[in-house]
């Protein structure tokens, strides 16, 4: 229990410009006595005298075992592990007499109190450290009773079992780097104890660095003047920190904050009103985002002077949403009723998802540019005015068909990327969606940035940067004109291990300023600059290509609808070249919209004379744009009046770009305007039987899902040997979503035929979710293959469930700690045999829980490349001490329930009076779900375990460790 105790005696620092400590000084540990004894108490007092214009007050301070820090009375700081200090970071702090009291008590065994204490004067930082000239009493004794205490030693040498929690972190060496030739890595600042793990930074005109915590103050760091020297870190700013977007518009500093929007989130601006380089005037100018890493992201100042923004799919928009948003008419689009992630991510997460919005600089309205993003991180424009970003789906989802990998983005004007929640994301080639520049491999989007910004040589400076976080590394993208749009090639620019990338940008001097850290883990502060030889002062070319010029002419009818003819758009709609015609199309809506309602635009003809017009074109020079338009914003009759016209451009192009555009033509006569009368759902199931299957694959995946929505018993015969004789399971899977709702058409046979590919589908292997999304297909099948259905398949899940093997049980070693690793850490990296490695990771059930390649189920973070962004300590202390360092991606929760058995896992939904959790996967259960009146109380803890290694011996853990820790195919 903490105890409160009153201050009786003190010792007085007077700090004075005259006045300075050794800087060779290190803190001693101290306590009251030689034997400590349970429950005994130590206060330590201490006086300070601030001078005026002092920056900064920092303490950092760790007891054996726990302490309260006051100031002058109010309790400013507590702590609990000897091996962490806690921080008190103080900026401006009043001048004159301070009265600082640690209020310390040991629970059991050795106690120790250790501290530093740092006060940054006008004429430098004066330090004190805890030691033999301090003075302690106990409880009940008065101020002359004060004595001097037990000394147990420097921290770096300590007569006791502690480890020196001063010891300077160092991230990163620039030796476990790997950098192209003509380049060179230099670390400027490896984050100490306080200053948090790293999540976002930009620099300002004069090269210092300006960057954020995850969940920390924003900080400035001014790099050394000579290389060896030490950085300068100054809290930059005591209230407004948690920001994944950092930019700076003149002296202006703009902040992406990550919160609830009731409290800071949303977008901040800092002003220097008096030039004193202190940023005294803070506003917020938007309340958005939701306090998760899924809310309001990277910013940057556009070609037009505009703020550019991403948000992820959690987060709530900014106000006011300005009606001339180029991206508009969203919808799901979804033919199929969806099946909602098993685990409960983004469950009722709906379209328009992530968003890429632009502002004014004052922030008095917002435009929606594009959407159908899930969660981009950073974004920027090239040199000639093109934007990109980098998203990534759930990993959670690998190994199911809608699972999409990494995708590095051209961001269009009214642009749609088809991000949608659960099972039903679109098709990556939509033909009413935008393509990836490149679809890339595994990988955690972190900083975006173009090398034009660079003093780097071609090909560099024409190169967008791009940071993976998972795979600790840095990626140059090649940009390849391909039209109105691009596409791209990734090559390695900067790889390490841990190299946990988060974001960088380029100074005022053209190199790159890089910070890692992210959940936790140890930051670092990165310089990377052109040493080679060749010219690097070049400047980026900014002449813009003919087609992108077009394509933006076409783009200035998305806001307004009379800033082009009909004729233009006509025009646009049959170009050869997609993105002008995608341009086109979202032009042709805005316009159809205006003229419904009354507004002056591009068409002044009847509403059903232009639609006529429009399906009137050739089918493969506009017809199908202009029938994916007449489908998004026609009202009923125009788009079941243009069914028959559909028939006839099925007829007149039938090649695979057709098929395409045919599927999602009838898809979205289904999402928008069904359900059909009976004859028209006759014609479309005629237009379709004769070349269901086709062979393409994107095409079928949705006449499929026509076809069972129309209930066509055909579609069972044409499907199941597509799933029986798939090479992919995602392919098995695809056709079995579909065939779930399938209800009519059913026999014998068939049942059979399909049980036997769900048996299948329980073997297969992926992200978290899969199993779950497997259960929930076979669940849909239960209720419409007949009457006798479910027990046919529980029947044969408790056949397979006899027949499994279970784990063996291993003997118990010891209790470990992170502590007992201290010395041992190199054997994670080095003398590793991955054989045993990769047999320890599943022996000890790792892999019931975690997924490194291609083993395992990731139910917890996905392990793939974990070397790339955690040190060997690190990794350890997520294996040893779980509690540390959560993402909220996985924060779970035990739940108790009066006298039944309580259960933990992680939360997936709370809704009609039940939580729903996942529990541990190794009991079988997928979902468990508890009546909120049973429920006695609720604990956040983490679902996995304490203790789960402690059969293992140490080489074993650091064999699995390792194994893990090996990169992959990247």
């Known amino acids: 229990m903490k105890t409160t105790h009153r201050i009786l005696t003190a010792l007085t620092i007077f700090v004075s410009t005259s006045m300075c400590f050794a800087a060779e000084d290190s803190p001693r540990w101290i306590w009251i006595s030689d034997a400590p004894e349970a429950g005994e108490q130590a206060i330590f007092d201490v006086d300070l005298e601030i001078p005026p214009g002092s920056k900064s007050l920092v303490i950092r301070a760790v007891v054996d075992n726990e302490f309260v820090l006051r100031l002058d009375g109010e309790e400013v700081l507590r702590g609990n592990d000897w091996s962490s200090p806690s921080v008190l970071d103080l900026s401006d702090p009043d001048p004159g007499r301070r009265r600082l009291s640690f209020e310390c008590r040991n629970e059991s065994g050795p106690a120790g109190l250790a501290a530093i204490i740092e006060v940054e004067t006008p004429a430098g930082v004066v330090r004190k450290v805890s030691g033999s000239d301090w003075l302690v009493r106990s409880d009940g004794e008065v101020t002359a009773d004060a004595r001097a205490p037990i000394d147990f030693g420097s ?21 476990a780097i790997i950098v192209p030739e003509g380049f060179e890595v230099e670390l400027l600042h490896s984050a100490q104890p306080g200053e948090g793990s790293w999540s976002s930074m930009t620099v300002d005109d004069e090269g210092r660095v300006i960057l954020s915590a995850q969940y920390g103050p924003l900080r400035r760091i001014t790099p050394a003047d000579s290389p060896g020297g030490r950085a300068r870190v100054e809290r930059l700013h005591d209230t407004v920190g948690r920001a994944q977007g950092l930019l700076l518009v003149g002296d202006d500093l703009y902040a992406s904050v990550v919160d609830d929007p009731e409290r800071s989130g949303g977008l901040w601006r800092l002003r220097d009103a008096d030039g004193d380089d202190v940023f005294e005037v803070t506003e917020r100018l938007a309340a958005y985002g939701n306090g998760s890493e899924h809310g309001p992201h990277g910013l940057v100042l556009g070609p037009d002077g505009m703020i550019w923004t991403v948000i992820g799919n959690y987060s709530r928009h900014p106000q006011p949403i300005l009606a001339s948003s180029a991206h508009a008419n969203w919808a799901e689009d979804t033919v199929l009723e969806r099946i909602w992630d098993p685990r409960g991510h983004a469950v009722g997460k709906r379209s328009p998802g992530g968003l890429v919005l632009r502002t004014d600089l004052d922030a008095t309205g917002w435009e929606i540019v594009a959407g159908g993003f899930r969660n981009p991180y950073d974004l920027d424009f090239t040199a000639d005015g093109e934007l990109f970003t980098y998203d990534a789906d759930m990993e959670w989802d690998i190994g199911a068909p809608w ?53 780097f040589p071609e090909p560099w400076k024409s190169r967008m940067f791009l940071g993976d976080w998972a795979y600790g590394r840095v990626l140059a993208v090649d940009l390849e004109a391909d039209g109105a749009s691009h596409v791209a090639t990734a090559h390695p620019f900067l790889q390490g291990r841990p190299f946990n990338v988060t974001d960088f940008a380029f100074g005022p001097d053209g190199e790159m300023y890089l910070t890692t850290g992210g959940r936790g883990s140890q930051s670092g502060l990165y310089r990377v600059r052109w040493v080679g030889s060749g010219s690097s002062d070049v400047e980026a070319s900014k002449e813009v290509a ?26 646009g709609l049959g170009d050869a070249d997609p993105a002008i015609r995608y341009a086109a199309r979202v032009g042709v809506e805005r316009a159809l919209l205006a003229a419904r309602d009354g507004e002056t635009g591009a068409f002044t003809e ?35 009046g243009g069914v028959t016209r559909i028939q006839e451009m099925a007829d007149e192009d039938d090649s695979e770009t057709g098929r395409r555009h045919l599927a999602r033509v009838l898809g979205l006569l289904l999402t928008r305007h069904g359900p059909l009368e009976p004859d028209v759902r006759t014609q479309v199931i005629e237009l379709i039987e004769p070349i269901y299957p086709t062979g393409i694959y994107d095409t079928d995946r949705v006449l499929v899902e026509v076809l069972v929505a129309l209930d066509d018993p055909s579609v069972i015969e044409s499907t199941l040997p597509l799933i029986e004789g798939a090479d992919r399971q995602e392919t098995a899977i695809l056709f079995l979503h579909a065939l779930r709702l399938q209800r009519s058409g059913w026999d014998d046979e068939s049942r059979s035929r399909v049980m036997s590919a769900l048996d299948r589908a329980k073997s297969y292997s992926g992200g978290a ?15 419409n293959l007949g009457p006798t259905a479910a027990d046919d398949l529980a029947a044969r899940e408790a056949a397979m469930k006899e027949a499994a093997v279970e784990a063996d049980v291993r003997a118990f070693v010891r209790a470990w700690s992170v502590d007992d690793f201290s010395t041992h850490l190199a054997r994670v990296h080095a003398g590793r045999d991955h054989a045993r490695g990769a047999r320890m990771f599943e022996e000890l059930q790792c892999a019931a829980c975690h997924k490194v390649g291609d083993v395992g189920i990731a139910y917890g973070p996905d392990l793939t490349g974990v070397g790339g962004r955690f040190s060997a300590h690190d990794l350890l202390v997520a294996i040893i001490d779980p509690e540390r360092d959560l993402s909220d991606q996985y924060a779970g929760v035990l739940v108790e329930r009066g006298d039944a058995d309580p259960v933990i896992g992680l939360p997936i939904s709370e809704e009609g009076g039940v939580l729903a959790v996942a529990p541990d996967p190794r009991t079988g259960a997928l979902r468990v779900e508890i009546p909120l009146g049973e429920i006695t109380s609720r604990t956040p803890v983490t679902p ?17 460790a390792g194994w893990a820790a090996v990169p992959r195919g990247v």
């Open 155 to 175: 921290t770096e040498a300590p007569d006791g079992p502690w480890n020196d929690p001063f010891e300077e972190k160092i991230a990163t060496p620039v030796e």
């Open 403 to 455: 699972y999409r990998s990494p995708r590095f983005i051209h961001v269009v004007s009214g642009g749609e990327y088809g991000w949608r929640g659960g099972s039903v994301k679109w098709p990556v080639d939509s033909p009413d969606a935008r393509p990836a520049a490149l679809e890339m491999d595994a990988g955690s989007p972190t900083g975006v940035a173009s090398g034009h910004r660079s003093n």
């Open 546 to 571: 003919p087609a992108i010029l077009r394509r933006r002419a076409m783009e200035e009818s998305h806001r307004d609808a009379s800033a082009l003819d009909q004729e233009e758009l006509f025009d």
């Open 606 to 640: 009847s509403d059903d004379d232009v639609v006529e017009a429009l399906l009137d074109l050739p089918a493969d020079a506009g017809g199908w744009e202009s029938a994916i338009a007449v489908m998004r914003v026609g009202d009923r009759a125009e788009a079941i």
């Open 769 to 783: 979710s899969l199993p779950g999304f497997v259960a929930a297909i076979r669940s849909d099948f239960a209720k």
């Open 944 to 960: 996995m375990a304490a203790g789960l290694v402690d059969t293992a011996s140490m080489d074993e853990i650091s064999w699995a």
